[in-house]
């Protein structure tokens, strides 16, 4: 759009350098129109638009070269316009697509973060299961030692409580094994909430974006206006 511009003026200067060519040039016979220039009307800018240019007694040829150069403008600025509008529609349809990603992010996030809650809780039980069970075999070798000292219990008893010793050993290492399952769980519960923020962070940050695009095509196009 700015090349466009860019060459629109260029042409438009080229066009007017010609004229005043032409205006110079002792074959030049097209007469000049007297034009009062009001003091509201920016002057260096008109001279800068159409430079080498008699504004004050414009000919024929400056006149065509002015209305040469309108259209120009009005060309690029129909185009800016149907970019900006483009922009416009591209940055609502984001807009939508962010909406939807954000509310699917927030459920799946909270749905994960309920499903922690839960394994943390469960750990806790867990946890809670394995101290009783330890409590229980540290009892049950203060009796086997008890046994073992005093030796007033036969060795049927003896034998059982050794086996109630191994089946709570056997019980405990399963506790641990199942405690050591949550915990993995939970760890890679996290790593993927922590996945999920960090893709939000970045579409809100694709959001600024096209946001400041949309900033940078008004203001071009109130230039050009």
């Known amino acids: 759009?700015?090349?466009t511009r860019r060459k629109s003026k260029a042409a438009a200067a080229a066009a007017a350098q010609e004229t005043a060519t032409r205006e110079n040039s002792p074959t030049h016979g097209s007469s000049a129109y007297?034009?009062?220039i009001p003091e509201d009307v920016d002057f260096d800018a008109l001279t800068a638009l159409l430079p080498d240019t008699d504004l004050?007694?414009?000919s024929p040829e400056t006149i065509v070269s002015l209305y040469r150069l309108l259209v120009g403008q009005a060309v690029d600025s129909d185009a800016a316009q149907r970019e900006l509008e483009e922009a416009r529609a591209e940055l609502q349809r984001k807009e939508v697509e962010l909406d939807?990603?954000?509310q699917d992010?927030?459920?799946a996030t909270s749905e994960l973060e309920s499903t922690l809650d839960v394994v943390k809780k469960e750990l806790g039980q867990v946890k809670g299961e394995r101290d009783a069970l330890a409590s229980e075999?540290?009892?049950l070798q203060e009796r086997l030692d008890s046994l073992s000292t005093t030796q007033t219990s036969s060795s049927v008893e003896v034998q059982t409580l050794k086996q109630r010793v191994e089946e709570t050993e056997r019980e405990k290492r399963?506790?641990?094994g199942v405690v050591s399952r949550l915990q993995e769980d939970a760890t890679q519960r996290d790593a993927e909430i922590q996945t999920l923020r960090t893709d939000l962070k970045q579409a809100?940050?694709?959001h600024q974006g096209l946001e400041r695009k949309v900033r940078e095509l008004t203001s071009a196009e109130t230039s050009t206006k």
Request: net charge positive; hydrophobic share 40%.
């Open 1 to 3: 759009m700015m090349k």
């Open 34 to 36: 007297t034009v009062a």
């Open 56 to 58: 004050a007694s414009p």
């Open 100 to 102: 939807q990603a954000l």
């Open 105 to 107: 992010r927030e459920t």
């Open 137 to 139: 075999r540290a009892k």
């Open 174 to 176: 399963d506790l641990v």
């Open 204 to 206: 809100r940050q694709d």
